[in-house]
């Protein structure tokens, strides 16, 4: 595989342009505009799934407990997808500002995701629980939109502003 990154500011945002055919491109959902996949951000929706069950499940508070924030290279190199390489190398060859906004959201999930963890561990009564849980949910909703939105190369407010939006979120929920 080879791989060239835009050279030259300006120039169209195709941000890479690697030696597959768009249909492995495809099948290991990368965006070819940005080299980013969103398969990543299944590891979210794991969080965001065990949240959701969390307040009529109280059992999954261990489950939830368990899970760890994995980097794009962790997630891919533990994953069973057959184009975890060119997901792996595609990311590696994204642009450095796309990577960015991309990176600091995926910051915010799991600093979200980790404070849960951290109030869900303290002995909460089961309606406290539910509300951090429903709360947590909402946000980290809120970030895979935003993450998802920049694998696919749209733009938005631009990170800054999420991440401190979603730090003021957070700590609203963990608010007694």
């Known amino acids: 595989m080879t791989a060239v990154a835009r050279e030259a500011p300006g120039e169209e945002p195709l941000t890479l342009c690697l030696a597959a055919d768009p249909f492995s491109l495809a099948e290991a959902n990368i965006n070819p505009l940005t080299g980013l996949s969103t398969d990543y951000l299944n590891h979210f929706n794991e969080a965001i799934m065990l949240l959701e069950m969390l307040p009529s499940m109280p059992e999954c508070r261990e489950d939830l407990a368990d899970w760890r924030p994995l980097g794009y290279h962790e997630h891919f190199t533990r994953s069973q997808l057959k184009q975890r390489e060119l997901a792996i190398a595609a990311y590696d060859l994204a642009a450095p500002s796309v990577r960015r906004r991309f990176d600091a959201l995926c910051e915010a999930m799991k600093s979200a995701v980790l404070a849960a963890q951290a109030v ?21 909703k809120r970030l895979v939109a935003l993450a998802n939105a920049v694998i696919h190369g749209q733009e938005f407010s631009g990170p800054a502003a999420s991440i401190q939006e979603s730090q003021a979120a957070v700590d609203a929920i963990l608010q007694p």
Request: hydrophobic letters at 55%; glycine letters at 4%.
């Open 120 to 140: 869900l561990a303290a002995d909460l009564a089961p309606g406290d629980a539910a509300h951090v849980a429903v709360e947590t949910t909402a946000e980290l």
